[in-house]
């Protein structure tokens, strides 16, 4: 899942529940509280992935009540088991305009997995099921319904239209599955049952296919089949591997000591 808190110069926006409180980012002052958008609220959803793009427009998307993991209630995600590795979801993806509330568009169409939504250079970027099982859901985690009839989709951030789509199969990546942008270059990754990692890049201009890796997981330690990649300039560092963004070169494997919870 991605974090209920966003920050822009001017505010500080936080979900919570159905809405999204938003405070004055100098004095703290609580402003006012922005809606789920009335066709998509409706359905009794709640809050879920929030992010801005500018100071000016608010992203959201509404999940079923009771996807989000929460951390004080002692949820684990070490193990395998379903109620560990199931992906936090949305129904529909919006945007709204933090001055006045406006709902500028809403998306809905398939079931977005929310930890692959990626927003760069003016699109939004995200992994969604149009499988039926996974429309009809109504749990707000979903594992295998969302494993197939997959679809990557860019759309414009500033309209919602949607830009181009293009069907890939990405079920390997059934433990965690990230998106990551930089260089017009997407980046997704995750691991599969014998935490393996599978990577996948692709052009974030049309969703043309770059590349692809695979590679067991390396840190042999708690939290490794969890790793997010991290992209310095056109090197990606991801799983004590080195790779270069664009092509997907292995440039290097490094057996370091990595231990503990810490991600790179």
Same mark, same amino acid.
């Given at each position: ?29 609580? =402003?006012? +509280?922005?809606?789920? @958008? ?19 427009? &608010? /992203?959201?998307?509404?999940?079923? @009540? #009771? ?17 560990? /590795? ?13 001055? !006045?509330?406006? $709902? ?5 169409? #398939? ?5 692959? /939504?990626?927003?760069? +250079? #003016? ?28 679809? &990557? ?5 500033? !309209? ?6 293009? @069907? ?16 017009? !270059? =997407?980046? /997704?990754?995750? $691991? ?10 692709? +052009? ?7 590349? !692809?890796?695979?590679?067991?997981? =390396? ?9 997010? @990649? ?16 664009? $092509?997907?070169?292995? =440039? ?13």
């Amino acid at each position: 899942d991605g974090s209920n808190m966003v920050a822009t110069d001017d505010h500080l926006f936080v979900a919570m529940e159905d809405h999204c409180v938003v405070f004055d980012g100098q004095t703290g002052v609580r =402003l006012k +509280d922005l809606e789920i @958008p009335e066709d998509v609220r409706g359905k009794i959803q709640d809050w879920g992935y929030v992010a801005a793009v500018d100071n000016e427009q &608010l /992203i959201g998307s509404s999940v079923n @009540p #009771g996807a989000h993991y929460l951390g004080d209630d002692g949820e684990w995600y070490e193990t395998a088991a379903q109620k560990d /590795i199931a992906k936090v979801t949305s129904n529909s993806l919006f945007s709204t305009n933090t001055y !006045t509330g406006e $709902t500028q568009w809403v998306y809905e169409n #398939g079931v977005l997995i929310n930890s692959s /939504i990626a927003i760069a +250079d #003016g699109r939004i970027y995200f992994i969604e099921s149009r499988n039926e099982a996974a429309s009809e859901s109504t749990s707000g985690r979903l594992l295998d319904e969302i494993a197939k009839d997959q679809y &990557l989709v860019a759309l414009d951030a500033a !309209t919602g239209k949607k830009l181009w789509e293009k @069907p890939f199969d990405f079920s390997r990546c059934r433990y965690v599955t990230y998106m990551t942008h930089s260089k017009d !270059t =997407l980046l /997704i990754t995750g $691991t599969d049952s014998d935490s393996v990692f599978h990577s996948y890049a692709f +052009d974030a201009r049309d969703g043309a296919e770059l590349w !692809t890796h695979q590679a067991k997981e =390396l840190k042999g330690h708690h939290t490794g089949q969890l790793a997010h @990649p991290t992209i310095v300039g056109d090197r990606v560092y991801f799983n004590k591997h080195t790779y270069v963004l664009r $092509t997907g070169e292995v =440039l290097g494997v490094h057996n370091f000591d990595w231990h503990g919870c810490g991600v790179m």
